[in-house]
């Protein structure tokens, strides 16, 4: 899949380059029947992906509220409740009352996604996860930078596809927890609602970081 050709083993060497010296003094380990809540944010780089080529990306931000419930020290169910700002960069804009185009145009399309899914808990400190399962997206509204026009109409309400990442958690205290992580997701559906001959799918790759508090 092409998402920002950032590829995850890369992330995970980042990761760990720079909590090698916390890896021995800290543990995340969460017995069978725990469960967090916790909230996040992070930068997001999104575009839109075909068949045979991808748009320029767009930088923006996500905000999330996270919740996982855990099945024994290794794995649990995780899900986010996301204000994603997806879209592309670099686009073009046709204002046919005044016959001008515009070009460099960013556009923003936001959604509420909410992903379901495996979280795997790994290293001898369980600090270290990784988690994959399908996304659920709820496009809330579409617009431009350059005009500023509503452009909610001219795409699908719904999104759906695949949403993975790998992270690393510290250890505050018994209760609260600090994390960092590499959070992406890949588009299955065409977002437009008119475009027959072209299939364009949403991708967006995020650097995030929140806390986890225990209940």
Known sequence: MQILKISLSTIALTLGTLFTSQAQMTQSVQE??????????????????TEDDATDAVTSYNVAMVAEYYFSDRWGIKSKWIFDRKGWGNGFLE????????????????????????????????????????????????????LEMNHTEAFNDFDFGLAYGIGYKVHLSDELEFYIEYDAQDGFTNIFKDNSNLSAKNSRGSFNVGLLFKV
Do not use: C
């Not at 001898?124 to 617009?143: E, I, K």
């Open 95 to 146: 204002d046919e009352v005044n016959n001008v185009v515009y070009e460099n145009v960013d556009f923003h399309l936001n959604y509420f996604t909410i992903p379901v899914m495996a979280n795997w808990h790994f290293s001898p400190n369980r600090n270290w996860y990784l988690n994959f399962g399908p996304y659920f997206g709820f496009l809330m509204s579409a617009t431009d930078n350059e």
């Open 32 to 49: 069978k029947g725990t469960f967090e809540v916790g909230f996040g944010t992070g930068v997001s780089f999104a575009q839109l992906s």
